[in-house]
C-alpha cells in the first residue's frame, strides 16, 4: 500500500524560508511521478508545482515559479518542496502527490495518491 506523509510545516514570516517533505513508502519513488498543490481557506485547491520521472522535469505555478523548487531524492524515497520568499497569500495546507502517468500532471485528476497535507501559515 502506497503512502504518502508530508512533514516540515509551520509559521513563518513574510520573506521566509521552508522545506516540505514528502515521503514515500510502499513503492519505490521512481514509479512516480510527483506533485504538490495547496489549499487556502475558503478556496478551491490548486497546482503548486510537479516532478516526473526525470529530475529536470520540472512546471511550476506562475505564482510560485522562482521562489519555490520541487525536486526528489528517489534513494532517500522523498520528494521536496522548497519555499523561499514565502508570502502571506502563500499560507495553505500543501498536499504532495503520487502519479504513475508522467503527463497531464497539473490536473488533481492524473494522481492516484495523496497524503494528509500540511499547514503553512505566513504572517504579514
Known amino acids: 500500500q502506497v503512502q504518502l506523509v508530508e512533514s516540515g510545516g509551520g509559521l513563518v514570516q513574510a520573506g521566509g524560508s521552508l522545506r516540505l517533505s514528502c515521503a514515500v513508502s510502499g513503492t519505490p519513488l521512481s514509479r512516480y511521478a510527483m506533485g504538490w498543490f495547496r489549499q487556502a481557506p475558503g478556496k478551491e485547491r490548486e497546482f503548486v508545482a510537479t516532478i516526473g520521472w526525470s529530475a529536470g522535469n520540472t512546471v511550476y505555478a506562475d505564482s510560485v515559479k522562482g521562489r519555490f523548487t520541487i525536486s526528489r531524492d528517489n534513494a532517500k524515497n522523498t520528494a521536496y518542496l522548497q519555499m523561499n520568499s514565502l508570502k502571506p497569500e502563500d499560507t495553505a495546507v500543501y498536499y504532495c502527490?503520487?502519479?504513475?502517468?508522467?503527463?497531464?500532471?497539473?490536473?488533481?485528476?492524473?494522481?492516484?495518491?495523496w497524503g494528509q497535507g500540511t499547514q503553512v501559515t505566513v504572517s504579514s
Open positions: 502527490a503520487a502519479s504513475t502517468s508522467n503527463g497531464g500532471r497539473l490536473l488533481e485528476k492524473t494522481y492516484d495518491c
